[in-house]
């Protein structure tokens, strides 16, 4: 994971550097997307080939769509605390 | 939505590839996964050190837009380990790991299936998409009845790119610049947070 981590902050501070290179970025946008479908096709080979994944596709569709449910659920619940506490005009002291 | 359709048209594609066993045996045994992941997150950095709005949201950072990506994480975490505790087919460490994927659905998941197992990268890309698709869907409703951060906060990562425009839509875009920001910072904290839990 420690190489992983180290690339993508040599690569935040190369983009830093060529922020203004259009050309350059628009090229490695470009190439994201592809290592992207690549990595998903990958993802998507190595799954096809286990067995024990494919037996137990639509366990793991619900599964997916119940944990996503409360991520959803928590998060909506401390963004409405924190904007009542302190986004809400004339909701928290602090802004008047 | 149409870069979710894609990736998961790849991901399909793959899948049939491997069931049907349309490649040679070679490509099956060798994994070539961990180079094409290294290359990733170093473009994926140079995206993120380059993109013109993070630079002017560094400029914003006060302590309560700090505050909006702090709330999105702990909600999330949160909810996931309700969960966790509900069921006992995914652990709590394993719920949180895919609650860390906060939409990123394209990284989180192959991140993931390179650390745990192709398992629960596959259920990490299900619920991150999912995560995408409900914000998109139910951004009204939550604007309505949550308050302004609520669509930032289901957004997660996606909140600086896909969801965006929705997103401002609703809760107006003096908000854009606090959605963009709570994006960003979850998008750079995505594959620390997936390396921290597992």
């Known amino acids: 994971m420690i190489p992983v981590l180290l690339l993508m902050t040599l690569g935040i501070i190369v983009g830093w550097i060529f922020h203004h290179q259009t050309i350059f970025l628009q090229w490695i946008s470009k190439f994201t997307n592809w290592a992207i479908y690549l990595l998903l096709f990958l993802l998507g080979l190595s ?21 996503t449910l409360f991520a959803v659920a ?20 602090n802004e008047r | 939505m149409k ?13 049939l590839a491997g069931i049907y066993q349309l490649l040679p045996d ?5 994994d070539y996964s961990l180079y094409a992941l290294y290359l990733l997150m170093f473009l994926v950095g140079i995206g993120i050190g380059s993109n013109k709005k993070s630079l002017q949201v560094i400029k914003q950072i006060n302590f309560k837009i700090l505050l ?16 966790a505790l509900l069921q006992n087919q995914l652990n709590l460490v394993e719920s949180l790991a895919i609650g860390s994927g906060f939409g990123y659905y394209s990284l989180s998941s192959v991140l993931i299936s390179e650390v745990a197992s192709d398992m629960l990268g596959v259920i990490a ?7 995408e698709i409900i914000t998109l869907l139910l951004t009204p409703l939550f604007a309505r009845y949550f308050g302004k951060l609520a669509p930032i906060s289901s957004g997660g990562a996606t909140a600086m790119d896909t969801t ?21 910072v979850l998008t750079i904290l995505v594959p620390f947070l997936i390396a921290i839990i597992l």
């Open chain 2, 26 to 30: 070679h490509f099956l045994k060798n």
């Open chain 2, 164 to 184: 965006l425009p929705i997103i401002t839509k609703y809760i107006g875009s003096d908000y854009a610049i606090i959605s963009v920001f709570s994006g960003i």
């Open chain 2, 68 to 83: 909006v990506p702090f709330s999105v994480i702990t909600g999330t975490y949160i909810g996931v380990s309700i969960f």
């Open chain 1, 74 to 93: 928590g998060s909506i619940l401390t963004a409405w605390i924190t904007y009542h506490l302190f986004f809400k005009k004339n909701g928290g002291k």
């Open chain 2, 3 to 15: 870069g979710s359709i894609i990736i998961l048209l790849f991901f399909i594609l793959g899948l």
């Open chain 2, 125 to 131: 890309l299900l619920s991150n998409i999912t995560r």
């Open chain 1, 47 to 67: 799954v096809g080939t286990n067995k024990e994944i494919l037996s137990n596709f639509d366990n793991i569709g619900y599964l997916s769509i119940a944990i």
